[in-house]
């Protein structure tokens, strides 16, 4: 008897107690939302520091509980996260740490653009048993203010202007930067990787710079670029000019100076007086001067060195000229498939005015002659930045 009291007391204990799915949606008196987050709020990471960052915050329970860490975009409500993490010691501790590399792709799917600080919004959620604990899924909200690293990856390989504000609206290829020397003799024939530079006329309006990926890039105040994958990054020139545009993939930086003269330059050591000559942008990266009367002989004796000078509107003066520091292949240049390549020095406090100086053949060439220069600074006529010259009789 006493037996069949105590199975039926056994029985009517499990019809009373709750179900185990019931109970685990049921939150406990000492279960609450994860709160008291840490970073605080708005707090600013800068991804480019590799550093890690640690999350965390108030225990919800004294009782087992498993956290999980969400992440949303700026205006997301957390119902379709864009990364959901546990929390460390797989999701038992209240904390997170979380290596740049990771908060790099969270910040990148929760839309924030390179070099830029945006908000990635992030919150706790607190299981209990098989299923959220009703009322504390989802603790406090906070905003951590992130800026992504300011790289690319990989480089461009072409990139081009195109819009309203460039020369007739034609796409406009941008060459692999040249190197420019800094002092007299300073050769360099090598590109920059990860650099490119254009000379190219822009009116007022808009223009994008596109990459062969499809990538638009954005060229801040300041000279940053920012990188835009998906939309599309619309640039506003205000001024008419001729300029020299130069990005740096490299350190997402970018320049640009007005060309305000190019002139030829010429100065026999006979004579005593040195001679230029404007030349007129033809469009294209391109300069001329055509039929040009230029004196190349004093006292009888030939002299028909020659560079350009290079003048921009901040003040900055080049020497566009010759390879070496004086010209000793006038006699064969044919021989020479660096001849008639045009290199760029920074002309500072020289006091060698001919240096990097070209002569014609044989330091006869165009003598008494009116002479026709074309200056092509793209690679589009050849496969560095090239000159020529022609003759014919006055």
């Given at each position: ?17 709750p ?57 997301g409500d957390?119902?379709k ?6 929390s460390?010691?797989n ?35 607190t ?28 480089f461009?390989?072409?990139?081009q ?7 007739e ?17 300073d ?32 060229l ?38 007005e ?17 230029t000559?404007?030349?007129t ?28 000078n ?7 003066h ?55 220069f074309?200056?092509?600074?793209n ?15 006055k």
């Open positions: 008897m006493k037996k069949t009291i105590l199975i039926l007391a056994g029985v009517l204990a499990l019809l009373l107690m179900s185990c799915r019931k109970s685990a949606n049921v939150a406990g008196p000492l279960v609450k939302p994860a709160s008291v987050l840490f970073p605080r709020a708005d707090y600013e990471v800068d991804l480019a520091k590799g550093l890690d960052v640690l999350f965390d915050w108030e225990t919800s329970a004294t009782g087992t509980v498993v956290y999980q860490v969400l992440f949303d975009k700026a205006d957390f119902s996260p864009v990364y959901v993490l546990s460390d010691n999701g038992f501790k209240p904390s997170l740490t979380l290596p740049a590399t990771t908060l790099t792709v969270i910040a990148k799917l929760a839309g924030c653009t390179p070099g830029i600080p945006a908000p990635v919004r992030w919150t706790v959620r299981y209990q048993g098989a299923d959220y604990v009703d009322g504390v899924q989802n603790g406090e909200i906070r905003n951590l203010m992130v800026i992504r690293a300011n790289t690319i990856d990989p461009p390989t072409t990139v202007l195109k819009g309203t504000a460039t020369e609206g034609a796409a406009i290829p941008m060459n692999a930067a040249l190197k420019i020397g800094q002092k007299k003799g050769l360099q024939t090598d590109r920059v990787r990860g650099a490119m530079e254009c000379f190219t006329r822009l009116s007022a309006g808009q223009y994008t710079v596109t990459d062969d990926l499809g990538r638009t890039f954005e801040m105040e300041g000279g940053k670029i920012i990188c835009h994958e998906e939309d599309e990054a619309v640039n506003e020139n205000t001024a008419e000019g001729v300029y020299w545009i130069y990005m740096d993939f490299n350190t997402m930086s970018w320049s640009t100076k060309v305000t003269a190019v002139e030829l330059w010429t100065h026999p050591w006979k004579l005593a007086e040195e001679d000559a404007p030349l942008y033809a469009g294209g990266g391109v300069w001329n001067l055509t039929d040009y009367p230029w004196v190349v002989s004093g006292d009888g004796v030939n002299d028909t060195r020659y560079h350009f290079v003048t921009f509107a901040d003040g900055y080049e020497r566009w000229a010759y390879w070496d520091d004086d010209c000793r292949e006038s006699g064969n240049p044919d021989a020479n498939p660096i001849f008639m390549n045009i290199y760029r020095f920074a002309d500072g406090n020289w006091t060698d005015a001919w240096a990097h100086s070209w002569k014609t053949k044989g330091d006869s060439e165009g003598v008494d002659k009116l002479a026709t074309n200056l092509y600074m690679n589009v006529h050849a496969a560095d930045y090239v000159h020529t010259h022609t003759f014919k009789d």
